[in-house]
T-cell receptor, first 114, second 117 residues
Framework: AQKVTQAQTEISVVEKEDVTLDCVYE???????LFWYKQPPSGELVFLIR??????QNEISGRYSWNFQKSTSSFNFTITASQVVDSAVYFC???????????FGEGTQLTVNP | ETGVTQTPRHLVMGMTNKKSLKCEQH?????MYWYKQSAKKPLELMFV???????ENNSVPSRFSPECPNSSHLFLHLHTLQPEDSALYLC????????????????FGPGTRLTVL
């Protein structure tokens, strides 16, 4: 069975601080995909990144970066120089390579205060 | 319209009412999903349609009935709901790659906030 754990229920930071959102996953599959989604107050989940289990290279996109460590089954997400607009719930998710189903973590509510 | 749209955005209904939620995707995808998001719970997958056929039915009560008339539209028909069915219902779409049997990332609509009185 697959499982995604986001141990941080809520995080509150002050603008311009760096913040890391943790994600730990469990799967018996040897190949799988990992995802991060952002859910602002409007409700829509916004796709941020997809990572294949074969590709452990870290990725940076502007102020966002992702650290994938297969050895610890973690896929952490860091926001550098956070902004108020980053306030949202962030979900980590896992999907086996050939499956249609996404397994979501419980989400981390990030609040960035001015 | 672009992306994935859902109507209505908000719905209040009594337990004896019948209503339908509508989802439309403008991305040319061939797979669509219904999720339920309740307060303080992870997203729960309800149904998956791929190439207009239902491929997953995640033990959802029969008072929820999905319909996928074509690859761009997905409905969720509701009848005799319970107050605990109050939640945000999210629709998503993606591309199923027939050559590899795999799915791309999902794109979500804004959701329908449902309140059952």
């Amino acid at each position: 069975a697959q499982k995604v754990t986001q141990a941080q229920t809520e995080i509150s930071v002050v603008e311009k601080e760096d913040v890391t959102l943790d994600c730990v996953y469990e799967t018996r599959d040897t190949t799988y995909y990992l995802f991060w989604y952002k859910q602002p107050p409007s409700g829509e989940l916004v796709f941020l990144i997809r990572r294949n289990s074969f590709d452990e290279q870290n990725e940076i996109s502007g102020r966002y970066s992702w650290n994938f460590q297969k050895s610890t089954s973690s896929f952490n997400f860091t926001i550098t120089a956070s902004q108020v607009v980053d306030s949202a719930v962030y979900f980590c998710a896992l999907r086996e390579t050939s499956g249609s189903r996404l397994t979501f973590g419980e989400g981390t509510q990030l609040t960035v205060n001015p | 319209e672009t992306g994935v749209t859902q109507t209505p955005r908000h719905l209040v209904m009594g337990m004896t009412n019948k209503k339908s939620l509508k989802c439309e995707q403008h991305l040319g995808h061939n797979a669509m999903y219904w999720y339920k998001q309740s307060a303080k719970k992870p997203l729960e997958l309800m149904f998956v349609y791929s190439l207009e056929e239902r491929v997953e039915n995640n033990s959802v009560p029969s008072r929820f009935s999905p319909e996928c008339p074509n690859s761009s539209h997905l409905f969720l028909h509701l009848h005799t709901l319970q107050p605990e069915d109050s939640a945000l219902y999210l629709c998503a779409s993606t591309q199923f790659l027939q050559g590899t049997g795999s799915y791309n990332e999902q794109f979500f609509g804004p959701g329908t906030r449902l309140t059952v009185l």
